[in-house]
């Protein structure tokens, strides 16, 4: 793929825009940071690299440019520990050291992505352009987030505005295209701020046709996206900082070419798949000489799914008179509604000057409505095999009842250095109280024959009873970090992690016209103990990291 970068067409049009306002404007960086001095927040805690003894991998958005790729998945693959998986060109995830993606916390922002766990493609919901770098921590880290971080943490950092000395303004157009599926792509953003204030906006669209193999064409593997976001950060006092963004992912005309959601012969399309988050946080910083700081983040996101899907069967029964009953499935609607909402509080406080505490509250619930027309085509023929009457069905389902899963966690993190700076040690711990609630649920809602409904027909019978249940579970992790000398260091990472049943474990419900999958209400959660064992050699132009891993998985959901 070849991809066009206009910053000189850029700088006219913010020239004649913005005459005055980017003058004197404050230059970012932009010059090659070594791996190990890369600062990340996954764990909570803005910390470089090599001073923390997790794994983990920090993939820049230059890199995302310079492979030209179309989701993240594409680079991360490249990645030791992690490889590559979905459904087609644009619906991909990860695995990290062999957990799959209902195994690891999505973040975006720092904020959890709850999605369908039969249906992948939370990775391809964000745009390549507007991410500034992912940090993925291989290994157990359910003690800092909770359920789900089994096998790791892949945290999607965007890009956000800055402040600066004096007023300014930058703006960026890139354009690309791929031959290989006809790929048209177009990405513009504006950044703007001062002292007090920055403001960041971005937009992407993209649209690509079949995609080109050595076999030939991949049908159905096209797609349109675009994006939209808004970043806002303010300084209302010294030491107080507020940020508000704003995402809109959407994408349609998804093609789903096979994969493990719809095998055979089955054609689906994503008609609409989207995202939506809402989020703003408020930190206050130093606000006594060991409390460095307080924040509260808020989030909402949603996230929409709506699926069409061609069966491509036909079954055929002789009747007892000798005609013959032919059924076939036409087409199928499954739809999906993911709403979750959050709220963070954390402290943090440097106790010494080698010892460091964070802990905090995490709260969030996840809120899923689902539902399922299947159009039916059932033609009775004679034995002569000509048709002699056909009705016409629609089939309403509810796949999945409505349903919630909430989760509130206690969890607090103490990093200590001993000897010189030269021995540091993380201890970090969590429990968490776990509510799934789900109302009544149907294998069929209603039936229209030949244009006319029934609400009660008499197949109709109770998949799940209502009800509420709760769960308790605690994590623990402990990691060592031991400096053999400047450039050259030895760490050691144990961890218990464990995962609650989704929703959709539980309750599921899903016909797909090749297969049908049945939930489990009674699921027990996960648990995992882990442990890794590394070396690390940080050089300005050379660095290694070597290590062994062990995952050990009770209860495991299949």
Do not use: C
Request: aromatic share 10%; charged share 20%; net charge positive.
């Amino acid at each position: 793929m070849r991809k066009i970068t206009l910053p000189f067409a850029a700088a006219l049009v913010t020239a004649a825009l913005f005459p005055v306002a980017s003058f004197g404007q404050e230059q970012k960086d932009t010059m090659p940071v070594p791996l190990g001095e890369i600062v990340v927040t996954s764990l909570r805690i803005d910390r470089q690299i090599r001073n923390l003894p997790t794994s983990m991998v920090v993939v820049d958005s230059s890199l995302y440019q310079k492979h030209s790729a179309f989701t993240i998945a594409n680079v991360l693959e490249e990645e030791p520990g992690v490889s590559r998986g979905g459904d087609g060109v644009w619906a991909t995830n990860i695995n990290v050291r062999g957990f799959n993606e209902e195994r690891l916390v999505i973040l975006i922002d720092g904020n959890r992505v709850e999605t369908a766990t039969d249906l992948t493609a939370s990775l391809s919901m964000v745009d390549v352009n507007d991410i500034e770098r992912v940090e993925v921590i291989k290994g157990g880290q359910s003690s800092l987030y909770g359920t789900g971080a089994m096998g790791g943490i892949v945290n999607i950092i965007t890009k956000q505005g800055y402040f600066g000395r004096k007023p300014y303004v930058t703006a960026d157009v890139i354009s690309g295209y791929a031959s290989v599926n006809n790929l048209f792509s177009n990405h513009a953003s504006v950044s703007a701020g001062s002292r007090k204030w920055y403001l960041n906006l971005g937009g992407t669209f993209a649209k690509a046709g079949n995609l080109r193999t050595p076999d030939g064409i991949l049908p159905n593997s096209q797609y349109n996206t675009s994006n939209i976001s808004a970043k806002l950060g303010i300084k209302p006092l010294a030491n107080h900082l507020l940020k508000i963004q704003y995402q809109r992912n959407w994408s349609w005309d998804v093609g789903v070419p096979g994969g493990e959601a719809f095998p055979g012969p089955a054609k689906a399309t994503y008609t609409d798949i989207g995202r939506h988050l809402l989020s703003a946080s408020y930190r206050i910083s130093n606000l006594t000489e060991k409390w460095t700081a307080l924040e509260l983040k808020y989030f909402t996101q949603y996230i929409a799914r709506e699926v069409m899907m061609e069966p491509n069967t036909v079954a055929q029964v002789s009747l007892p008179n000798g005609n013959a009953q032919r059924t076939t499935p036409e087409v199928f609607y499954p739809t999906g509604y993911h709403l979750t909402n959050g709220v963070q509080l954390q402290g943090t406080w440097d106790l010494s000057e080698r010892n460091t505490l964070i802990a905090g509250v995490d709260v969030w619930g996840r809120k899923l409505r689902t539902g399922r027309e299947k159009y039916i085509r059932i033609d009775i023929l004679n034995p002569a095999g000509n048709i002699i009457k056909t009705n016409n069905v629609v089939r309403g389902e509810t796949p999945i009842p409505e349903s919630s899963f909430s989760s509130a966690g206690l969890f607090f993190q103490n990093e200590t250095r001993f000897m010189e700076n030269r021995l540091t040690m993380i201890l970090g711990g969590r429990f968490d109280g776990i509510r799934i609630k789900n109302d009544e649920g149907y294998d069929v809602d209603y039936i229209i024959m030949n244009g006319e409904r029934n609400d009660n027909p008499p197949t109709q019978r109770i998949t799940f009873e209502k009800g509420t249940e709760y769960n308790l579970s605690w994590s623990a992790n402990a990691g060592l970090l031991y400096k053999l000398s400047g450039s050259t260091d030895l760490s050691l990472n144990l961890a218990r992690a464990f995962r609650a049943p989704s929703l959709e474990e539980r309750f599921k419900y899903i016909d797909l016209g090749n297969f049908v999958r049945l939930g489990d209400p009674t699921l027990k959660p996960e648990k995992s103990y882990s442990a890794d064992l590394g070396i690390r050699v940080w050089k300005s132009k050379f660095n290694l990291q070597a290590g062994i891993f062990i995952n050990h998985l009770n209860n495991m959901i299949v």
